[in-house]
Structure formats: C-alpha cells, structure tokens
C-alpha cells in the first residue's frame, strides 16, 4: 500500500470552507481508501508568520476541530488507514529538518516562492524569518521522514514537492552509495510525487475570479450557522449578462453551478442546467437548491462537530494514538539516518525507543 503525507497550517483562524474541503479534505477521503495516509496539523510551519501564544492557540484548535469533524463526519471515528496528528507532537521533523538543512543547496532555498515572493514585495531581508526562508526544508522533512509515495497539492505548492524530491536526491546520493549506504542496503528517502487532481486544483471564491479564501470574503463556509451560509450561497457569482429570470443563462463560469457539480444530485443538477440555459429557472432557485445541497451533504459533518466539540477529551486520545503512530514511523526512519551519516558509531547509546 502506497503512503501519502500532507498537512494543513493553521495560518488562517484555521476554520474550513468548501473550497478546502474540496481541494484537500475530500482528497485525503478519497486517497484513503487504497493508500496509508498521514495527515497532520503543520502547527510548526505556523509559526513563520503567527507570533502570537493565544491567535496560535486558538488556530491549531479550529483547525484540529474542522478537519476531524469532516473526516469522521465521512469515515467515523475509526478513521481507516489515516493516522491524523498534530505536527509538534512529533519533534523528529525538526531533528529530520536540521539534518536536511546540511545537504540543501542555498540556491535552491532561494528559488522557492515564498522567499522570492516576499522579495518581490520589498520586504526588508530583515523582516523575513528563517522559519520562512527554511520553510520548504522543514517540508521536505515532513515528506521524507514517512517515505511519502504521493502528497496531494494545489499547483502553488507544486514547487515545494519538487525541492523536496531534490533534497532526497542529494541525501540518497551522498549517503546511498558504497561504504555510505543506509543499514537496510538500501537509499534511506522515497522520492515523492506530487498529486494534484485537475478537477479541483484551483477552487475558485464564490466571486469568481480569485481562488476561495477567507481574508478575501469569498468563501462558502461549512459549519457556521445556516443563515450566514445562506447569506454567502445568495452573493455567489452567477450569470452577469442575466438581467430577468426568464433570460437564457450561461453555466460556464458560473460559480453556483460549478459548486452544485460536486455537491448537488447529479440528476437534479443536469435538469437545471437545462432549464437555466432555456431561461426556466431562475438565479434565486437554484442558489436555493445549492444551499439545501450543502447542508445535505455536511449533515453528518455538523453533527459531528458538536460531538466533538462537547468532548475534547476525545479528540486528545484521536491525536494522541496519531501521534504515537506518526512518531513509530518517524523514528524508524530517523533511525536509519542517523545510521547513514555516521551520527552512530560503537560508542553510540542513543535509542528512539
């Protein structure tokens, strides 16, 4: 069975909107079924740009929340083949990382989007951390430590995946081959891939126009209360050239019936493109239809969450049996390394377990 890793930052007030349960969430569902799939909250990567004990805090803990609701909102509380963990509950990533750190090319680093992007803002090299700066190691590190076949990505973060593969090369390289080669005979890092489903690589807001994000008002949200959902379904894009209800409508680009694509009953949603082209139906209809799709859809997801929510206790042990996990792993790994570069020798003691 292939493996897979990725994360979720809590950069944001780390609630989830449909455009992350699309590009994400679902994904990892998906993938679940015929693959080992590590899922973590990347809390460490946070703390590139939150400084704040209370705003970090209150993020991871949204987040943790969201993202355990729709999965066992989808596959229970047994979570089949998905070991779902926050990243600071297994320190081995920053051990991995600075590890990492001593094979990574600095112009490699320096190419990476999120370095260039500050400076093409003017940002003060003063003003950029070297959590940032290092930020693509640390997810190398991430990757590489649970010998990751595939990590699903959206196009931005395609870069990342590719610096990671490159890092792997290089350590295999250096410390694969001859006198040098890992203890099982073998080249210590997978090389991963990325994944990227075309389908939903770029979801865009319910503006349009600019992928779906929260600091942009034009997201849909999942557990809020029915009347702010409703509110958001009401202001999607539709049809601009559309003046009466009994005009002929456009579907394409149409962000109500890009939405109902993947939450609307197929059947039902085909009759209304229909009727929508022939100027049958209008505007407020099928927003209507979309809205009550949604709440279909995430029905046992919301209840989920006030579960959840109620019980903390519950989703401490959840982490913690992931935790456990991931760092199993983690330490096999980390083990082999250690082994590779020459950091255990016949005076070494050190054990992970």
Request: proline share 3%.
């Amino acid at each position: 069975m292939k493996r897979f890793l990725s994360g979720i930052t809590p950069s944001g007030d780390g609630t989830l909107h449909i455009g992350n349960y699309l590009g994400a969430v679902k994904q990892f569902i998906k993938l679940s079924v015929n693959h080992d799939c590590y899922l973590m909250v990347a809390d460490l990567h946070a703390l590139t740009t939150i400084q704040n004990k209370e705003q970090l805090q209150k993020n991871t803990e949204t987040l943790i929340l969201n993202e355990l609701t729709l999965l066992v909102g989808e596959l229970g509380l047994s979570l089949p083949n998905i070991t779902f963990f926050r990243q600071s509950d297994v320190p081995l990533h920053a051990e991995l990382q600075t590890i990492l750190n001593n094979v990574t090319p600095l112009g490699l680093i320096k190419r990476a989007h999120a370095y260039k992007d500050k400076l093409a803002k003017e940002t003060a090299l003063d003003d950029i951390n070297m959590g940032l700066f290092n930020y693509p190691v640390l997810m190398a590190a991430d990757i590489l430590i649970y010998k990751s076949d595939l990590v699903p990505v959206g196009r931005d973060q395609k870069q990342h995946i590719e610096i990671a593969r490159d890092i792997a090369e290089r350590f295999n390289k250096i410390y694969g081959s001859g006198k040098r080669k890992a203890a099982s005979g073998k080249t210590v890092f997978t090389l991963p891939e990325p994944y990227i489903p075309e389908d939903v690589a770029v979801v865009l807001g319910t503006d349009g126009k600019r992928k779906m994000s929260k600091s942009l008002g034009n997201i849909i949200s999942i557990f809020e209360d029915e009347e702010i959902i409703k509110k958001q379904v009401m202001g999607t894009f539709t049809d601009p050239t559309r003046i009466h209800a009994d005009d002929p409508g456009h579907i394409e680009g149409n962000m109500v019936f890009t939405y109902l694509d993947f939450f609307g009953v197929k059947g039902k949603v085909e009759e209304l493109k229909g009727f929508y082209r022939r100027g049958q139906v209008s505007d407020m209809e099928v927003k209507n239809y979309l809205f009550e799709s949604l709440l279909k859809y995430f029905t046992k997801a919301r209840e989920s969450y006030k579960e959840l929510n109620s019980n903390p206790a519950l989703v401490q042990k959840i982490l913690q049996e992931g935790a456990e996990k991931a760092r199993s792993f983690a330490e096999k790994t980390l083990t082999e390394v250690r082994e590779a570069i020459g950091l255990t020798n016949k005076y070494s003691f050190f054990s992970y377990n």
